[in-house]
């Protein structure tokens, strides 16, 4: 659902707009998640670079940024999936955070608005 979203807001981008975007994925599993395990995700989400980037490192490390950032998850004992909030944090071109957003159509249309509102100002890339 997540990729879903964003292929739709990346959709709703100019060409122009697309070249000055980013898009960060975090996974949510390190200890499974191996890049070789994220380049097969790209592919089937069809998340491709250069926009989109599909993280992963050591567990630890990536753990913190998420609770940095307020991921919160859970993962179930006995299947391995990881419960998680749905977020979306967009970085503005100094680095700070400028919002997050869930998912649903409200939130996309709202993420939307703030993207062309970002990709417009002069400077670095968000």
Do not use: C
């Not at 950032?69 to 859970?74: A, H, K, P, W």
């Not at 909030?85 to 071109?93: P, Q, T």
């Not at 919002?99 to 400077?123: D, R, V």
């Amino acid at each position: 659902m997540i990729f879903a979203q964003l292929r739709n807001v990346t959709d709703s981008l100019s060409p122009a707009e697309l070249k000055q975007l980013t898009i960060a994925a975090i996974t949510l599993d390190p200890e499974r998640d191996d890049v070789s395990r994220l380049a097969k995700l790209s592919d089937s989400q069809k998340v491709l670079l250069p926009t989109y980037q599909l993280l992963t490192g050591d567990a630890a490390n990536v753990n913190r940024v998420l609770d940095d950032y307020g991921f919160i998850r859970r993962k179930d004992s006995q299947t391995g999936e990881i419960d998680h909030n749905n977020l979306f944090i967009v970085i503005d071109r100094g680095g700070r955070v400028a919002y997050t957003f869930t998912l649903g159509q409200t939130q996309q249309a709202w993420l939307i608005e703030a993207l062309h509102k970002l990709l417009a100002e002069n400077g670095a890339r968000p």
